[in-house]
């Protein structure tokens, strides 16, 4: 053996082991905590968006129903201020009226609920397929525990913005531990959407891929 090769040798049993301990040290370990962004991941989501905007169209579309009912009703009480109190004509606008008043508060009522049924559901569905994600990843990663995070930055002319800065469990934690792009690039995939391009925000770096 050369003096050459002898000395690349002695410099490589020097320098490997810490190579390869730092190397091991940047990948996530089984019993590792990761994190997610989850109402990043649901701003960003290309479905979700979708179905809230079709969801308030909807409310849209009924407001407006509601809102015609609510002049006609207006209509017949200025034409009952047309005849003389008590006579047939204007009790006969009075039962019309509290008919409709009484048909469009249950109308109203019924309407509301069904929403918030109908955007509870979209909430449900979207929120089960982050799960699914977030199991997947964290379990190809070896992640024992993945906790939600918020990387929205807190504004100081918003109190509540403040507040719950203040309140976050998550108070610091390694970039590399945020899987958040990983779940927002796989969403992206499936949905064969853009790779990663939400708001005009800047997407994060993913994490690596556990050998």
Same mark, same amino acid.
């Given at each position: 053996?050369?003096?050459? &090769?002898?000395?690349?040798?002695?410099?490589?049993?020097?320098?490997?082991?810490?190579?390869?301990?730092?190397?091991?040290?940047?990948?996530?370990?089984?019993?590792?905590?990761?994190? #997610?962004?989850?109402?990043?991941?649901?701003?960003? &989501?290309? !479905?979700?968006?979708?179905?809230? %905007?079709?969801?308030?169209?909807? #409310?849209? $579309?009924?407001?407006?129903?509601?809102?015609? /009912?609510?002049?006609? *009703?207006?209509?017949?009480?200025?034409? +009952?201020?047309?005849?003389?109190?008590?006579?047939? +004509?204007?009790?006969?606008?009075?039962?019309? #009226? $509290?008919?409709?008043?009484? @048909? *469009?508060?249950?109308?109203?009522? *019924?309407?509301?609920? !069904?929403?918030?049924?109908?955007?509870?559901?979209?909430?449900?569905?979207?929120?089960?397929?982050?799960? /699914?994600? %977030?199991? /997947? #990843?964290?379990?190809?990663?070896?992640? $024992?525990?993945?906790?939600?995070?918020?990387?929205? +930055? =807190?504004?100081?002319?918003?109190?509540?913005? %403040?507040?719950?800065?203040?309140?976050?469990? %998550?108070?610091?934690? $390694?970039?590399?531990?945020?899987?958040?792009?990983?779940?927002?690039?796989?969403?992206?995939?499936?949905? @064969?959407?853009?790779?990663? !391009?939400?708001?005009?925000?800047? =997407?994060?770096?993913?994490?690596?891929?556990?050998?």
């Amino acid at each position: 053996m050369t003096k050459k &090769h002898f000395f690349f040798v002695c410099v490589a049993s020097f320098f490997l082991p810490a190579l390869l301990a730092g190397f091991a040290s940047a990948q996530p370990r089984s019993g590792d905590v990761a994190l #997610i962004d989850i109402a990043f991941v649901f701003k960003n &989501h290309p !479905r979700f968006k979708q179905m809230m %905007v079709e969801l308030q169209n909807e #409310i849209q $579309a009924a407001d407006s129903n509601m809102k015609k /009912q609510q002049d006609e *009703l207006r209509k017949d009480v200025e034409l +009952q201020k047309g005849f003389q109190s008590g006579s047939e +004509q204007y009790q006969r606008y009075e039962e019309e #009226i $509290a008919r409709k008043k009484s @048909g *469009l508060a249950v109308t109203m009522d *019924l309407e509301r609920k !069904r929403f918030l049924k109908e955007e509870a559901k979209i909430y449900d569905m979207i929120y089960k397929e982050i799960v /699914q994600l %977030v199991d /997947q #990843i964290a379990t190809a990663r070896g992640f $024992a525990v993945v906790l939600r995070i918020s990387n929205d +930055q =807190p504004d100081p002319e918003k109190p509540d913005t %403040v507040v719950a800065n203040l309140n976050r469990q %998550v108070v610091w934690a $390694a970039r590399p531990l945020d899987i958040t792009p990983l779940v927002m690039a796989e969403i992206q995939r499936r949905m @064969g959407t853009a790779d990663g !391009r939400n708001d005009g925000q800047q =997407p994060r770096a993913a994490l690596p891929i556990r050998e």
